[in-house]
């Protein structure tokens, strides 16, 4: 069941990545390169290698390949949160006045490297395959913190950037209503994100504390969730910029077709 869900997902945000990169004008050379155009190709780039790496047999590969157990595992925490960094940097111009957004961007950076740290740190005591670290929870107390770690910084990520998007969303909806549904539809896909995060925490410490949780739980619950959340924050993000481009009214004058293309740079680049 892994294995289809996340190559279902993996394949599937690539579509998405492509249409959006298909979709997406290019900026004007007036136009300064924006900090959320990066984080959203950031984020596309990691929501996709995020769901790759939770494919069995991928994390197997990943592995071999690189001769040390729980490589794999270690691979999906630093992609699965530079995508929820990248979620929070595609946003930040919106919720901050132009004179911090550099600062925040720095902030928001610098606490990504900080937990990434801690988890390479961790890592180097862990002596569990990618497997027991993404799939089982049978590894000892140190595979243990190392996955804590990783869906610890992911609950509380997911819970402030969901509340962020679906705030976002209610005050864009009067204004700019393709761009709302986006922000609604990436904000559904973090609290996806919230529910696998928050099933594997409960999942690991019953492990540590030997309680029996329902089979249907690591089974169903934990691979649909993570697999549903990777692709629909990916849509989330790219359907302002595709929708417009794809609706663009046809036989249209220049003038029009420009009045058009301004305001689907405006989506892309928020």
């Not at 729980?70 to 940097?89: E, K, V």
């Not at 949780?213 to 990916?234: I, N, Q, R, Y």
């Amino acid at each position: 069941m892994n294995t289809h869900l996340f190559s279902a997902s993996a394949l599937l945000i690539a579509l998405a990545t492509a249409a959006y990169l298909t979709s997406a004008p290019h900026p004007s050379p007036q136009e300064p390169d924006p900090i959320t155009r990066r984080a959203r190709t950031v984020l596309c780039t990691g929501a996709f290698f995020s769901a790759f790496l939770l494919v069995p047999p991928v994390a197997e590969a990943v592995d071999e390949i690189t001769g040390r157990a729980g490589a794999g595992a270690l691979l999906n925490a630093l992609t699965s949160g530079l995508t929820i960094l990248s979620m929070q940097l595609v946003t930040v111009s919106w919720w901050l006045p132009t004179i911090g957004v550099r600062r925040a961007v720095v902030a928001h950076i610098v606490f990504y490297c900080c937990v990434m740290a801690v988890q390479v740190w961790e890592f180097q005591y862990v002596r569990a395959s990618s497997a027991e670290l993404l799939f089982t929870h049978d590894g000892d107390g140190m595979a243990a913190a190392f996955v804590l770690t990783h869906v610890g910084f992911l609950d509380v990520m997911t819970i402030a950037v969901s509340l962020q998007y679906f705030l976002l969303a209610y005050a864009a909806w009067p204004r700019w209503r393709m761009a709302a549904a986006g922000l609604a539809v990436s904000a559904v896909g973090t609290m996806l994100g919230l529910a696998y995060a928050g099933t594997r925490t409960g999942l690991t410490i019953a492990h540590l504390a030997g309680w029996a949780w329902p089979s249907v739980v690591e089974t169903h619950v934990v691979p649909m969730t993570g697999a549903l959340a990777a692709f629909f924050v990916c849509v989330g993000i790219t359907l302002p910029t595709v929708a417009k481009r794809v609706f663009l009214p046809r036989g249209r004058s220049a003038t029009g077709r420009a009045a058009k293309d301004t305001a689907v740079r405006r989506i892309a680049l928020l």
